[in-house]
C-alpha cells in the first residue's frame, strides 16, 4: 500500500490499531461526548498516521514508526487534561472542587435540620443544639435541597459547551427555585410537589392535578430547552433534578429514622421510614417510573430531531 513503504497489509492493519488504542486512552473523559469523542478520535489516529506514514517512507519498521509517532505526539494524559480544558474552558477540576462544596454543604444542612427540630416535651432530653447551627438555620439561607441542585448542576456543567448551556441550567433551577419559594409563600405544598412528586407527608397521588402538571412541565422545558441548545444532557437536566429532588426527602427520613434507632440522639428525633409503607414504596416507584417514560419519549424526539437536522444537512450540501 502507498504511503507505508514496503509494510504489508496485515501490519498496516496493526498500526491502525495500536493508534486507535493510544487515542482510546486520550479521549476517554467525562467530559467528552461520544460524537466529541468519536470526532477526536478520527482527527488524531488520521494525524499520527500520517506521521506513522512519513517514518515508513523512512525505512523504519511498524514499531519504531508507531513509538517515533506516539512519543512526538505526547502523552495521553497530559492530552486528556488540555482536551478538558479546550471543551469546557477552564479546568475540569474547578467543577469537581465545586461539586464537594456542594456535597460537604448539603450533608450540613440536613444535619442542621436535624437540630432545628427539638424533641417531643415528654422525652425530657436536654436541647442544646451547636452554635453552628442556628448559622445554618437562621443567619445563612442553606438548604439541602438547593446543595442537591448545586451538585446536581456542577455535575451537568462537564457536558455545557456554550452559554445557552449554562443558561439552561440555570433556567431549570430557577424554575425549581420559584416553585419551592411559591409553596413556601402560599403555604401550598402540592406546589413544590408538582416538580418533586414528593409533598409534605408522601408522594404525590397519581390522580393528583399536581401529578400530571409536574409531568407535563417537564416535557415541555425539556422540549424548550433541546430547541434552544441542542444539547441532550442540558433538556434532560429538569428530569434528573425532579427524581433526585424527589427521592431526597424519603430518603433522608428513613436514615434519619433509621439513626435515631440506632443511636438514640435527640437531633435525629421527628421523622419516620417511609419506605416501610408499601403504598408508599409503590407510589414512589410508579412516579419515578412516569419521570422515567417522560425522559424516554423526550429521547426519542431528540433523536428524530437530529435526524431531520442531518438530512436537512445532507439536502443542502447535495
Given at each position: 500500500?502507498?504511503?507505508?513503504?514496503?509494510?504489508?497489509?496485515?501490519?498496516?492493519?496493526?498500526?491502525?490499531?495500536?493508534?486507535?488504542?493510544?487515542?482510546?486512552?486520550?479521549?476517554?473523559?467525562?467530559?467528552?461526548?461520544?460524537?466529541?469523542q468519536a470526532d477526536w478520535t478520527?482527527?488524531?489516529?488520521?494525524?499520527?498516521?500520517?506521521?506513522?506514514?512519513?517514518?515508513?517512507?523512512?525505512?523504519?519498521?511498524?514499531?519504531?514508526?508507531?513509538?517515533?509517532?506516539?512519543?512526538?505526539?505526547?502523552?495521553?494524559?497530559?492530552?486528556?487534561?488540555?482536551?478538558?480544558?479546550?471543551?469546557?474552558?477552564?479546568?475540569?477540576?474547578?467543577?469537581?472542587?465545586?461539586?464537594?462544596?456542594?456535597?460537604?454543604?448539603?450533608?450540613?444542612?440536613?444535619?442542621?435540620?436535624?437540630?432545628?427540630?427539638?424533641?417531643?416535651?415528654?422525652?425530657?432530653?436536654?436541647?442544646?443544639?451547636?452554635?453552628?447551627?442556628?448559622?445554618?438555620?437562621?443567619?445563612?439561607?442553606?438548604?439541602?435541597?438547593?446543595?442537591?441542585?448545586?451538585?446536581?448542576?456542577?455535575?451537568?456543567?462537564?457536558?455545557?459547551?456554550?452559554?445557552?448551556?449554562?443558561?439552561g441550567i440555570g433556567v431549570t433551577?430557577?424554575l425549581f427555585a420559584c416553585a419551592?419559594?411559591?409553596?413556601?409563600?402560599?403555604?401550598?405544598?402540592?406546589?413544590?410537589?408538582?416538580?418533586?412528586?414528593?409533598?409534605?407527608?408522601?408522594?404525590?397521588?397519581?390522580?393528583?392535578?399536581?401529578?400530571?402538571?409536574?409531568?407535563?412541565?417537564?416535557?415541555?422545558?425539556?422540549?424548550?430547552?433541546?430547541?434552544?441548545?441542542?444539547?441532550?444532557?442540558?433538556?434532560?437536566?429538569?428530569?434528573?433534578?425532579?427524581?433526585?429532588?424527589?427521592?431526597?426527602?424519603?430518603?433522608?427520613?428513613?436514615?434519619?429514622?433509621?439513626?435515631?434507632?440506632?443511636?438514640?440522639?435527640?437531633?435525629?428525633?421527628?421523622?419516620?421510614?417511609?419506605?416501610?409503607?408499601?403504598?408508599?414504596?409503590?407510589?414512589?416507584?410508579?412516579?419515578?417510573?412516569?419521570?422515567?417514560?417522560?425522559?424516554?419519549?423526550?429521547?426519542?424526539?431528540?433523536?428524530?430531531?437530529?435526524?431531520?437536522?442531518?438530512?436537512?444537512?445532507?439536502?443542502?450540501?447535495?
Amino acid at each position: 500500500m502507498s504511503g507505508f513503504g514496503t509494510w504489508s497489509a496485515e501490519e498496516i492493519a496493526a498500526v491502525q490499531r495500536e493508534l486507535e488504542a493510544y487515542v482510546r486512552r486520550i479521549v476517554c473523559t467525562p467530559v467528552l461526548t461520544r460524537r466529541e469523542q468519536a470526532d477526536w478520535t478520527a482527527e488524531m489516529t488520521a494525524h499520527l498516521l500520517e506521521q506513522v506514514s512519513q517514518f515508513a517512507d523512512r525505512g523504519q519498521t511498524p514499531d519504531e514508526a508507531v513509538a517515533h509517532a506516539i512519543h512526538q505526539f505526547g502523552v495521553p494524559r497530559e492530552l486528556r487534561r488540555q482536551i478538558d480544558r479546550e471543551a469546557l474552558g477552564y479546568p475540569p477540576s474547578v467543577l469537581l472542587i465545586v461539586a464537594c462544596i456542594g456535597v460537604v454543604l448539603l450533608l450540613c444542612s440536613l444535619y442542621a435540620l436535624y437540630w432545628a427540630v427539638p424533641p417531643v416535651p415528654s422525652m425530657e432530653i436536654p436541647w442544646h443544639p451547636p452554635r453552628w447551627v442556628s448559622l445554618f438555620t437562621q443567619g445563612f439561607p442553606l438548604s439541602p435541597s438547593l446543595m442537591l441542585a448545586w451538585t446536581l448542576a456542577c455535575l451537568a456543567m462537564f457536558r455545557c459547551r456554550s452559554r445557552r448551556d449554562r443558561g439552561g441550567i440555570g433556567v431549570t433551577i430557577l424554575l425549581f427555585a420559584c416553585a419551592w419559594i411559591g409553596q413556601r409563600a402560599l403555604h401550598t405544598p402540592s406546589l413544590g410537589a408538582t416538580l418533586t412528586f414528593y409533598g409534605a407527608m408522601g408522594p404525590v397521588h397519581l390522580l393528583d392535578p399536581a401529578f400530571l402538571a409536574g409531568c407535563t412541565i417537564l416535557f415541555g422545558l425539556g422540549l424548550a430547552l433541546y430547541r434552544w441548545t441542542q444539547n441532550r444532557i442540558v433538556s434532560l437536566f429538569p428530569i434528573a433534578l425532579s427524581v433526585a429532588e424527589g427521592l431526597l426527602f424519603p430518603v433522608r427520613n428513613a436514615a434519619q429514622a433509621a439513626l435515631y434507632h440506632l443511636t438514640g440522639n435527640p437531633a435525629l428525633w421527628g421523622h419516620w421510614n417511609p419506605f416501610t409503607d408499601t403504598f408508599t414504596v409503590l407510589q414512589l416507584i410508579i412516579t419515578v417510573a412516569a419521570r422515567a417514560m417522560v425522559l424516554g419519549l423526550l429521547l426519542a424526539l431528540f433523536r428524530r430531531f437530529d435526524r431531520q437536522r442531518g438530512d436537512r444537512a445532507s439536502a443542502q450540501a447535495a
